[in-house]
């Protein structure tokens, strides 16, 4: 038991500050059970600002492309303002924290030449005093929690900073799963729509009811009050060709090429702007829209940008970010893609588009598959992903639950092509969404069971092993979703072990259908082989599958070499034994050495 738990108070004798047990407990429960990421910003700051007693607090975000901190929340006047704000690491007490990753009080900062005065400048606030913690959760930024102006006090203590890092540890962790999961839904939703979306298109034969119902569509997916299609005619004018929220008679429909139009027919990028107070553009967007963020995105064809669908006011009033912007230009892409088919639809071959779609779903595979560590909290963790000539769904996951638990998973989806890899991508969302809920793999795969068949009605269906790794009690728990046997090596005795369950695949509607689980304990150095059909599936030129028994015998020779050298083992094993023979299916490989 730590010094926290002897004393029942985090600090009584140096201030104001009495926390007890009781008030912590409370805390942890609050932050972690709040599903809205919104709320959950707010309950950070509040409580900050609230258990130091100050004036004001802010949560600054960590940015990961632009290496920055954003403004996402605070308290106080001109809150407003900051959102979106952009600060540079180094710049200011904040990208000094960001900068070092240790925190920083400052209790004369009239004075203290590291205060960024723009702030203050342009909210009119005075910042007296301030003192700012980093975010870290999983080894990974989260973005950096100040407090600022101290409420019947002076001056900010050691004890001030040891509350706010205690409480920083706990919200960070509760932030980083929040918005993990806040990312799966969207993206679930936005998949679902894609979907729908993609197979209506492909059976309009009109022009104008295409765009119309592209538009719409759109509209109703990401939930916006006004949307815009401006193209360009045959006679290089610029027109507004549909509109959602306004409208303008025929005459006045030609469009003005400057501002963002200009700027994205220039570049052929698509453009989020999340506050007009931090915008290049700002007197367009105050003229002619009511909310404070705007995305905009265009269609490109032959190199060269031919129309361009812009999105603003939301109709829940939150501001757009880079999940909004990312989904839109995916969705676009593929409403991109089908009004190319469209309008080459009587010239073109089958083969090409085929090819085509090939291309769509092996772009969407490759934005499936996670950036998974090396190591990991005592884990070592391998990959290995090789697409096949005809695109199908292999996929393989992984999710945080704690520093002392994960889960792993490799799954399989029925199918080929464009339908396949969308399948693919709804399933993946809808699994990692239920695992991060779930307290066990048959929970988390029998929920999304439900989810998956009442859905998606399509006759695919996916096949999925799913591991939880417990690290405190040496503990592995798993389910198999009508997967094939996976390998489990213990070093101690130099032998594979089949991993192997009962349940029928993912999408499954049949009433009884139920995935049991498996518990099985190990040692350090131990390792998890997981693996698809295409490994033991690879043919050689007499159409002989390389097999089971071989893979086992590959990894129970060499299980002690490192997990590195075993992937690549076995995959020049099987290359060789496939020789000049095509690839017929996706070849997944997952390993993980426990330590």
């Known amino acids: 038991m730590n010094s926290f738990e002897n004393n029942k108070v985090l600090r009584t004798s140096m201030g104001s500050i009495n926390l007890t047990i009781e008030d912590v407990l409370k805390i942890i429960s609050q932050i972690n059970s709040t599903e809205d990421v919104q709320v959950l910003l707010d309950t950070i700051i509040e409580t900050a600002r609230r258990v130091i007693g100050t004036e004001g607090s802010s949560l600054l975000l960590y940015d990961k492309e632009e290496k920055c901190l954003v403004f996402r929340n605070s308290k106080g006047e001109k809150s407003e303002f900051l959102y979106s704000l952009k600060v540079p690491k180094g710049l200011g007490i904040a990208g000094l924290v960001l900068q070092n990753l240790e925190p920083i009080i400052v209790n004369d900062a009239l004075s203290d030449s590291r205060i960024y005065r723009k702030i203050d400048e342009s909210t009119g606030f005075t910042t007296r005093n301030i003192m700012a913690v980093p975010m870290v959760a999983q080894g990974e930024v989260q973005g950096v929690l100040e407090v600022v102006n101290s409420i019947e006090r002076d001056e900010f203590d050691a004890n001030d900073l040891y509350v706010l890092k205690s409480f920083c540890d706990m919200a960070a962790i509760a932030l980083k799963n929040r918005l993990v999961i806040d990312d799966l839904q969207i993206r679930l939703e936005y998949i679902s729509g894609l979907l729908e979306i993609s197979n209506r298109l492909s059976t309009i034969t009109w022009?104008?009811?295409?765009?119309?119902?592209?538009?719409?569509?759109?509209?109703?997916?990401?939930?916006?009050?006004?949307?815009?299609?401006?193209?360009?005619?045959?006679?290089?004018?610029?027109?507004?060709?549909?509109?959602?929220?306004?409208?303008?008679?025929y005459q006045k429909r030609k469009i003005e090429v400057s501002g963002i139009l200009k700027h994205i027919i220039q570049t052929g990028k698509p453009i989020l702007i999340e506050n007009i107070e931090h915008s290049e553009f700002r007197p367009i967007l105050i003229r002619n829209y009511h909310t404070k963020s705007f995305l905009c995105a265009p269609i490109i064809m032959n190199s060269e940008v031919v129309a361009i669908l812009s999105l603003t006011d939301r109709k829940d009033k939150k501001h757009f970010n880079k999940v909004d912007l990312g989904l839109v230009t995916l969705i676009v892409n593929q409403i991109q893609e089908a009004y190319k088919s469209f309008l080459a639809r009587e010239e073109k071959e089958k083969y090409e588009g085929m090819k085509r779609d090939l291309q769509i779903a092996s772009s969407i595979q490759k934005f499936s598959l996670p950036q998974i560590p090396k190591f990991l909290n005592g884990l070592e963790?391998?990959?290995?992903?090789?697409?096949?000539?005809?695109?199908?769904?292999?996929?393989?996951?992984?999710?945080?639950?704690?520093?002392?638990?994960?889960?792993?998973?490799?799954?399989?989806?029925?199918?080929?092509?464009?339908?396949?890899?969308?399948?693919?991508?709804?399933?993946?969302?809808?699994?990692?969404?239920?695992?991060?809920?779930?307290?066990?793999?048959?929970?988390?795969?029998?929920?999304?069971?439900?989810?998956?068949?009442?859905?998606?009605?399509?006759?695919?269906?996916?096949?999925?092993?799913?591991?939880?790794?417990?690290?405190?009690?040496?503990?592995?728990?798993?389910s198999s979703a009508g997967h094939n046997r996976q390998f489990f090596y213990r070093q101690e005795t130099g032998k594979v072990e089949l991993l192997k369950g009962k349940g029928l695949p993912l999408g499954v509607t049949l009433k009884n259908a139920y995935i049991s689980e498996e518990t099985i304990y190990y040692s350090p150095g131990d390792m998890i082989v997981l693996y698809t059909d295409g490994v033991t599936e690879t043919k050689n030129s007499q159409n002989e599958f390389f097999g089971e028994d071989r893979l086992k015998d590959l990894i129970e020779t060499n299980g002690n070499k490192p997990i590195e050298e075993i992937k690549r083992l076995i995959k020049s094993k099987t290359d060789s034994y496939r020789g000049k023979k095509t690839l017929e299916d996706d070849f997944t490989l997952v390993l993980v050495r426990l330590l």
Do not use: Q
């Not at 399933?427 to 969404?433: C, L, N, P």
């Open 381 to 478: 963790i391998e990959t290995l992903y090789v697409p096949s000539h005809e695109v199908g769904g292999d996929f393989y996951d992984m999710v945080y639950h704690s520093p002392d638990e994960i889960s792993v998973l490799i799954a399989d989806v029925t199918g080929k092509g464009i339908s396949a890899a969308l399948f693919m991508e709804f399933s993946k969302t809808t699994i990692a969404s239920e695992i991060y809920r779930s307290i066990s793999p048959k929970y988390g795969l029998n929920k999304s069971n439900e989810i998956i068949a009442n859905k998606y009605n399509c006759n695919m269906f996916v096949e999925l092993m799913l591991l939880r790794i417990n690290a405190l009690e040496k503990k592995i728990t798993y």
């Open 207 to 249: 022009l104008r009811e295409f765009i119309r119902f592209a538009i719409h569509s759109i509209v109703n997916l990401v939930g916006v009050e006004r949307a815009s299609f401006v193209c360009k005619s045959k006679s290089e004018k610029w027109r507004l060709l549909s509109s959602v929220g306004f409208s303008l008679p």
